[in-house]
Structures are given as C-alpha cells and as structure tokens.
C-alpha cells in the first residue's frame, strides 16, 4: 500500500472539510479523485503531503507520516497543481537546477528531452511563460526524478487541449514505467475515465464511495421507461440516481442490479424500451444534485 | 490498426477496442497473422490507462480471436476466418435485432418488412450498376 | 453609483484604515503638546512623533505601490504595471489616474500639514508646513508614472523613477536650504507633479489602447550560463533563500546610508534654513537614524510587505506550498533561512563599517562621538587595534543577525498576530524607554536604585532565556528527529559562542573593569541561542497546519 489514510477528519472553524475518510491506493494504481469545488479533494492531497495536520485519524504514504518524515515521503512524490505555485523570478534553467538538489533520483537527461518536447526555452522567466507553459514546467519539475507516487491536483484546469494530452501522456508513461502510482484529481472526468482503474469520489468532506472504475461502470445505467399513463412528477423507482423527460417516456439514471429495476418496472406496468451506459460525467452529476433537489 | 474512442457515450474503453476489433475483422480490414500494437505503444497513442489494453487483450483472447505468442506479440489467431464469419453474424443479427424491435414498436408488420428490405436491396443494385 | 465615484472608492479602500489610525496618533500627540512643557512630555510626543513618522512612511508606500508593482512591469518594452482588469472598466483614462493621485495627495498633505502644525512645531522644529508634504506627494506621483505609463523606450520606465527620485531628492535639498524662496520651491514641486500627472495620463492610455513599443532591435535571447548542479537540498534552498531576500536588508542600510549622510551633511546647524535645524539633540548624534532601519522594516512586514516572502505585495502570511513541499525536513529549511540571514547580515554590516569609517573622516564626525570615543580608547589601543576592530566587526555582525532573525519570526510562524503583536511590543518600548531614560538620568536616587536592582534584572533574564530554551527543547522532542538534532547543535554553537565571548572579552578588557561572573552572564545573554532554537519548530507550526 502506497497510500493508507485511516479515518481522517478535519475541520476549519466551522467547517468540516473532511469528515472520517478511509483511502488506500494499493501499488502501481490510478486513483481519480472527483468531487465539487470544495468537497475536500485539495484538502485531503495537502494532507498526503504532510502540509496539513488531520485532527483525528491516521495518514500513512510509504508506510511513514508526512508530518514526522517529510524527507522520507517528499522525496518520492512529485506534485503537480493548478495554482501558479512556481516563483515567477527564476528562469527555468534555475528552477531546474535549484529542483535537481532535492532529489537523487533526478534525471538530468529525462528533465532536457521533457524540456526540448516541450519547448520552453532555457532562459525563459516564469511569470514570461503562458499558463499552458507553465504547467509543462511544472510537469518537468514533477516527473524528472520519477516518483513513485504522482499526485495531481486539477492540472488541466483551464489548460489547452494540447497541454492536457502532454499531462495525460506524462501519467500514462509514468504508470507504464514500472508500475508506479497515481492520484489524478479532475474535473474532466472523461479524462479521468481514459486513464484511471479506480474513481473515488469526494461530497462535502464525505466519501462516497471509492471502487474500480468497472464496477462502478457496470453498476450504473440509463434506462428509458415507458408508462401506461402520463407521468406528472418523476415516477419513483428503486435505485433512481437521476430522472430526465416527462409525459410518457422517462429516462432513468439507476444505481444496481438491472434485474430489480426491470421487476419493479414491470410491477407498474410499464415497459423498459431503452437501456444504455452512463458516462463518469453523468453519475457524479446524479449523485451530486441527488439531495440539493432537481 | 485504427482504433477511434468516443468519450461520451459511456461504454467502457476496454469494450470499445473488443468491439472495434471485432468490427474490423468482420469487415476484412484484419486478417489472420495481423499484428495488434503493443500494449504501451497503444495505451500512449489513445491516451488511456495501459491496464485497459490488457484487459482488452484478455477479452480478445477468451474470445478467441488474438492468441499470444512467443515473440511477445499479440496477434489475430488462425482460427480468424471462422471466427470471421461468426463475428459477421453476430453483428448483423445484432442489427437485425435492433431494426426488428423498432418495427415492432411501430406496429409494422414482419412481411412488410421483409418486402421492405427486398425492395432496398433492388435498388440498392440499380444504383451500383 | 457612477463608475468614476466606485473606482475612487476601490483606490481608497485599502489605506483607509491606515489614515484613519494616523490622523488619531496625530491627533492625541496634538492634545499632548497642549499640556504644560517638561522633559516627560517632550520625549513621550518625540517618540509618538517618531512612530507617526514611521507610520507616514509605510503609508507612502502603500500609495506609491498601490496599483503597481514596478517589478512586474515587463521593463524591456517599457511597459505599463497597471492592472489589466483596471483598464476594461467603463470610465475614462483620467478617472483611472486622477481619483488615486488625488486621494494620495489629500492624505498626504492631509496627514502631513496637521502633524508639522500641531506636533513639530510645538516642539521647536522650525519644519515648513507645506513643501514635505509636497514632496511625498511628488515622490509618489513619478513612481506612479513611471509604473502606470507604457513608454515608448525599452526601459524607460526605470529611466523615469531613478530620474524623478533624484529630482525629489534635489527639489527637497535645494528648497529646504532656501537656495530659493518658499513660493519659488512650492511652484517647482507643483510643476514636477503636474509633469508627473500629465505623463501618467499619456502613458496610461498608451497602455489602454495597447500602443506597440518600439524595441531596440528586437529583444535578445541571454546566453544561458550553465552553473554546476547544488549537491544538496541544503544547497538549493539556500540559494534560494539568498536570490529571494539576500539583498533587501544590505539595500534599506544602503539607502539608509545615504539618507544619514545627506542628514549629517546638511543637517548641521551652521547652515541657513529648515534642514539645519532638523538635527536632532540626542547624544551620538543622527546615528539614531540607523537604528530606524530594522524598525521600518518591522513596521512594513507587519503591514504585509515582509522581506521574506516570495512576492513583496501579496499580503500572505502562510508557507507557499511550492517551499513547504520540498523533500526536506523543517530543520534543514530553517537552516537554510538562518544562514541566508546571516550572509544578508555579513554583508550589511561591511557596509555599515564602511559608512561609519568613511564618517568618522568627514568633518560632521556624528556630532564628535567618534572624537571622543577615540580618545578615550586611544591610550589603550595601541598594538591592540587590529584585534580590537575585528571584534568590534563581529559584535557588529551579530547583532546585525540578531535582529534579521528576530524581524523575520512574524514570517516564520505564519500567523499575523504574532507579527503584529511582536511590533505593537516594540513600539510600546521606544514609547516607553526615553521617558526611563529621562528618569535615569535626572534623578539620582533612581540611578541608585536601578544599579542596585541590576543584577536581579540580570538574573530575571538569565532565567527567561533559560525557561524559553527549555521550553523550546519541549517542543522539538515532538516535532521531527532532525528538529531535536538542530536544537542539540544549536545549543551546542551557542555553548561555544559564550565560551569564546567570554574569553575574548576577559583577554581584551582592561582587569577590574568587569568580574567574570558578569562577563559570562553578559555573553551567555547576547549570544543568540532561542531565536535559532525556536526557528524550526515555528517553521513546522506553519508548514503543518
């Protein structure tokens, strides 16, 4: 186990921005964290690198706690965020070389070929780079001295496709190189169903749950049902995450079993005349507007 | 070997690619000894997790439809040509289901139909010659 | 609400509080001059004179830097530092420029003429009420111009601020010696401003339309130098640390250097106007003048723009995740800190022993104390100068450290009260110690009782560094293993330091003038030992919330 967090919970003031979370990312896994703006997806990276303390609960990366050993756990982490975090100042042959200190790992001829594919010239100033070059140059300080565990926190926010599919590269090269491990949180969860074997998902501070990106494929469905009568409000069924249409003919976004739904279908005497996948996008959207009400 | 993604139809990728190739070796466009890229060099191209063209891979196998071989490669089995004709089959009793179940829907009756598809085919040949 | 009104509204906002605060302190010292004169009440407005002052100063610069920051203007094309999201707004180019140097100008002058009416004068400072304030006014109008307006040379920009300080700086020396009338220098400084104004208001709509610069063949692409890669995380973030903050503290005693040798060269008594009366009566002179350097620079960190941040204008206290995520541990950053501080320190304190050496040669001699303390030391040297000056060096350099560490602890633990609270301490005690001083010095029943409690107050000390040390070894043990390795070497470092102190000091010193009891007790107080033994483990405080 790469990551191991143990019921961790902590608040800020009021706010509970995480409440009892349970994790572990076994080796050599893609983990997708997914989640609302302020669910608690950047509160619990910053507690995997030791910058945040939880209030109760235990968080173990590589088996040590980033608070007691930050060496032993940073210097096999490579980090990349979507807030400018880079100091404008330097130029990036400084920032590379002030970088390479850190870590012995660092591959001085990987950080060069990442540099060249990418274009960004040597003595080019930080703040001088556009957003979508600055995130390469984050991504070069990230990956040069291969870490074992990659955490991203929203990298592609904002970002040209062109970018994108460089940090999407960059996770896919990183995991095929000996099998090393990935938490990959997003937004754009067709990215994250391109690259990651399992999908946890964060709603304010809660987990809800956290499994192989099959299963929770194979566990969600839409279907279309057709009613004798015209429906006013959306009919209720069991396992109903989400509803679309109105009259007659009613889409169903469902949770479970498709044998339970298709009885209790036919119990009403309406008739299934449609089924198909849900996309990742479709079900974090059922389940988030689930309790705020349609 | 083209293997196109759609992201918003939320059919699983591993699935896509089993069905893809399924596509093509119905179609003709893969042939018995045809090789199918290697996992990594997959997985960079399309940009998805290199778990998934295994996974891929193993469904393909079970299927029967690649073997694995000794030089490390994965490659169409030699029994493709059955399985070519099975797979033709397949889908278009796939697409026959499809088409039946619409026509049910809309009360058509089966020997309509098949007048139906008879007239399509004339004209289908008119057009070609 | 009118655009014009709310953007003048968003340009006062954020230094309202401060002006507020100042007319206040002008305002109680004004009631205090009304009470009959004495020694006591000479020092208290004095010294709440010298923190207005300070106070004034910092809210120069927030005026000055309140909508630009010069360093992120792109100077090679003379550009302008204006914030973009400004310029989009519907109001026209003189409402962006005139609402913030209006209201910079009325609090200025608005601050300024109540201060020199109501608290110098009174006082016997024979200080003009209006040109000071102009010159605050012009000295903020042309960095505005220079950072607001998009000149068509590539730095043109830095050409503009060094030329308008050195106009200020002119105007100000030539006006206060009355080279020229009062109504002659009043007229220059209005033109200056209004030159500043009309430049701003140009170059501003330059930036606006987005007027192309013409470059000077097209920009160079800098032959890269290839230094040797650090061999170690230590290394690194040292170097880091130096690149980032390494040159402010030698840069404000640079500038503070030079403001005194102005001072003292004009400030001498036997030259005709205001500037000649503006010395001030303290003994040693305007080497109190030097003593402001660390306070101004307490006072800016405790408004936000501490020297130890990564960038000077974003008021943010807390570890940027980009330092607080290195693979090192908090021990080896507060190293790195430390010892940053005291190269910083090393090289400001050559330059304050090449200030005070250049002094001591020109005729002003800061009011003769160098005479005197040369004389009273000059049977005594002899072969002994050599050693003498280096030790004196040293003392200088730790004490400069001394205070570098303790002014960057508010940035160190992350939480602004304890920044603030730390100058507010401060503060009350330039308050407070010239009115003990008064005491001390005046009334000799106080002097005897003050020797007499001496050595408890010694003592109290001793025992405060001791408890706040052992305290300190506390918090470590919980903290990292490397933190509780720093402290045993930090203690062990200053174990050495007093033993050294102590022996140098007893070698140097003439026998009988100090026993050695109090020899130890003074080193083992001055050599620094808390302030690096706490620095990790505030650092740790704030890199783990």
Redesign the interface.
């Known amino acids: 186990m790469i990551v191991e967090v143990e019921n961790v919970t902590r608040q800020f003031g009021e706010k509970r921005a995480l409440n009892r979370i349970s994790l572990t990312i076994p080796k050599g896994t ?1 983990l997708g964290l997914v989640g609302e703006n302020g669910a608690g997806k950047t509160t619990l990276i ?1 507690h995997l ?5 939880p209030d109760q609960g235990t968080v173990r990366v590589f088996g040590k706690d980033p ?5 032993g ?3 096999q ?1 490579g ?1 990349l ?1 979507e ?1 400018d ?4 100042w330097m ?1 990036l ?1 400084e920032l590379i ?7 012995p790992s660092w591959d ?1 001829d990987y950080a060069e070929a990442l540099r060249r594919d990418f274009g960004i ?3 080019a100033r930080i ?1 001088e780079l556009s957003k979508g070059q600055r995130a390469r140059a984050g991504l070069i300080v990230a990956l040069a001295h291969r870490p074992e565990l990659l955490l991203l926190d929203e990298p592609s926010s904002g970002l040209d496709p062109i970018v994108r ?1 460089d940090i ?2 960059a996770i ?2 990183t ?2 190189d000996d099998g090393r491990t990935v938490l990959f949180s997003s937004h754009l969860l ?1 990215e994250v ?5 399992r999908v946890a998902m964060i709603r304010q501070g809660e987990l809800l749950f956290c499994d192989d ?2 299963s929770i ?1 194979r566990s969600y469905g ?1 279907i279309t049902v057709r009613y004798p009568e015209v429906q006013p409000t959306p009919p209720l069924l069991e396992g109903a995450v989400s509803w679309n249409g109105d009259g007659r003919e009613w889409s169903v976004l469902v949770h479970g079993l498709p044998g339970a739904v298709e009885a209790e279908t036919t119990l009403r005497g309406a008739a299934i ?1 449609d089924r ?4 990742l ?2 079900i974090f959207v059922g389940l988030s507007t689930e309790l705020v009400g349609r | 070997m083209q293997i196109h ?1 759609s ?8 699935l896509q690619i089993v069905n893809q190739v399924r596509l093509q070796l119905a179609a003709g466009r893969l042939t018995e000894g045809d090789e199918l890229p290697a996992i ?1 060099t997959l ?2 191209r ?6 998934t063209v295994v996974r891929a891979y193993r469904e393909l196998e079970a299927l029967g439809i690649v073997e694995k071989r000794r030089t490390n490669g994965t490659f169409i089995s030699a029994a493709g040509s059955p399985l070519a004709l099975a797979e033709k089959r397949r889908l278009l009793a796939e697409r026959a289901d499809a088409l039946l179940a619409e026509a049910h ?1 809309m009360s058509f009756p089966l020997e309509e139909l098949i007048v139906l598809i008879r007239e399509r085919a004339l004209e289908t040949v008119e057009v070609a010659s | 609400m009118n655009p014009a009104l709310a953007t003048g509204w968003y340009f006062w906002r954020r230094t309202r509080g401060t002006t507020y605060g100042l007319l206040g302190a002008i305002a109680l010292l004004a009631l205090l001059n009304r009470l009959p004169s004495s020694p006591l009440q000479q020092n208290l407005v004095m010294s709440g004179a010298l923190l207005t002052g300070m106070g004034l100063l910092s809210l120069i610069v927030a005026f000055t830097y309140q909508e630009s920051n010069p360093t ?1 203007a792109d100077v090679m094309a003379g550009g302008s530092a204006f914030p973009v999201s400004m310029l989009v707004l519907p109001v026209r180019t003189r409402d962006l420029v005139l609402w913030p140097v209006g209201y910079a100008a009325i609090a200025q002058l608005g601050i300024w003429i109540p201060f020199a009416k109501f608290v110098l004068v009174p006082q016997g400072f024979a200080v003009d009420l209006v040109w000071p304030g102009l010159a605050m006014v012009a000295f903020t109008t042309s960095v505005q111009a220079s950072s607001w307006a998009k000149f068509p040379v590539p730095v043109g920009n830095l050409i503009w601020a060094l030329g308008g300080l050195g106009v200020v700086t002119g105007l100000s020396i030539v006006t206060g010696l009355g080279v020229f009338s009062k109504p002659v220098g009043y007229g220059a400084f209005l033109l200056f401003i209004g030159v500043n104004v009309a430049t701003s208001l140009w170059g501003l709509q330059r930036a606006r339309v987005g007027v192309d610069v013409w470059r000077m063949g097209g920009r160079r ?4 130098v ?2 040797p ?5 230590f ?3 040292l ?2 640390e130096v690149r ?1 903050n390494g040159s402010f503290l030698p840069g404000f005693v640079v500038l503070a250097c030079i403001t005194m040798g102005l001072i003292t060269i004009f400030g001498r008594p036997d030259l005709p106007g205001e500037l000649g009366s503006t010395g001030i009566e303290i003994p040693g002179g305007r080497m109190i003048f030097l003593v402001c350097v660390p306070l101004a620079v307490m006072f800016s960190s405790a408004m936000g723009t501490s020297p130890c941040k ?2 000077n204008f974003t008021p943010s206290f807390g570890l ?3 330092f ?7 021990a080896t950053l507060a190293a790195a800190k430390l010892v940053s501080g005291a190269i910083s320190s090393l090289v400001t304190s050559l330059l304050l022993a090449t200030a005070v050496g250049f002094w001591s040669l020109s005729p002003a001699q800061f009011g003769g104390v160098t005479t005197t303390v040369a004389a009273a030391l000059g049977s005594y040297l002899g072969s002994r100068v050599l050693p003498l000056s280096l030790f004196a060096f040293a003392l200088l350099f730790l004490s400069v450290w001394k205070v570098a560490v303790a002014i960057s602890c508010s940035e160190i633990t992350g939480r602004r009260w304890i920044g603030g609270s730390f100058v507010f301490f401060v503060g009350a005690l330039i308050v407070a110690l010239p009115i003990l001083w008064l005491y001390f010095h005046q009334d000799p029943q106080w002097i005897k009782f003050l020797l007499r409690q001496a050595p408890g107050v010694f003592g109290a000390l001793l025992v405060l560094k001791l408890v706040v040390c052992v305290l300190g070894l506390f918090v470590a043990r919980k ?2 293993a ?1 933190i509780w390795r720093f402290c045993i070497w930090a203690l062990g470092g200053w174990a050495l330091g007093v033993g050294l102190l102590t022996a140098v000091l007893g070698a140097l010193l003439p026998p009988g003038v100090l026993n050695s009891g109090q020899l130890l007790g003074g080193s083992v107080l001055f050599i620094p030992l808390n302030r690096v033994l706490w620095t990790p483990s505030a650092m740790a405080w704030n ?3």
């Open positions: 893609v910053k690198m030791g910058l945040l303390k608070v007691v050993d930050p060496v756990v940073l210097g982490i980090y965020s807030e975090i880079l100091p404008g130029r042959h070389r002030y970088s390479r200190g850190f870590y001085a010239e040597k003595g703040r599919r999407l590269g896919i090269r995991i095929a067709a169903e391109q690259v990651c074997d990106l099959e494929q839409w005349v198909r996948w849900a996309t996008d479709e | 993604l992201p918003s139809d939320g059919v699983p990728i591993y990594r997985a960079e399309l940009l998805i997790n290199p778990n829907q | 992120k692409v800098r032959e890269v290839e230094k890669p650090f061999r170690s995380g290394r690194s973030q170097w880091l980032r990564v960038d940027q995740p980009f607080a995520s290195r693979p090192l541990s908090t903290g990292e490397a890199r783990h919330r």
